[in-house]
């Protein structure tokens, strides 16, 4: 499975971007699929999670001004990330809770992260 996240960059504090996810390989289908990020020094943390019906969950640093959401034809996942602050500034990355096939049970990428995009808020 690859993750291949697009779409950062540079942003003044306030400003906005989107970021998008593309999932491919051995895929039958897919359930959640999620955004975290890492920022210089700290750990990884979950950003948002939606559901393969729609439903989001957002941490509190991100509530109302972050939205997740998905295309299932494309197996793709995006964020719309408005009002960015410093404090978002970090590598992000998607991850995906993947079925390979009829039958098998689903199981997150957490080996295949990928690249991530790198998302720089400063004036």
């Known amino acids: 499975v690859q993750l291949q996240a697009s779409g950062g960059g540079l942003v003044q504090p306030g400003g906005s971007l989107r970021l998008s996810c593309a999932v491919s390989g051995s895929i039958f289908s897919i359930n959640h699929m999620a955004w975290y990020r890492q920022a210089p020094g700290k750990q990884r943390e979950l950003v948002a999670v939606?559901?393969?019906?729609?439903?989001?969950t957002y941490v509190d640093p991100v509530k109302g001004r972050f939205t997740i959401s998905r295309d299932n034809a494309k197996n793709a996942v995006y964020l719309q990330m408005n009002s960015l602050k410093p404090e978002d500034t970090a590598m992000y990355h998607c991850?995906?809770?993947?079925?390979?096939?009829?039958?098998?049970?689903?199981?997150?990428?957490?080996?295949?992260w990928g690249q991530g995009t790198l998302v720089t808020v400063s004036s």
């Open positions: 991850n995906a809770d993947i079925v390979n096939a009829r039958g098998w049970p689903s199981k997150w990428a957490f080996d295949s």
């Open positions: 939606i559901s393969s019906g729609g439903a989001a």
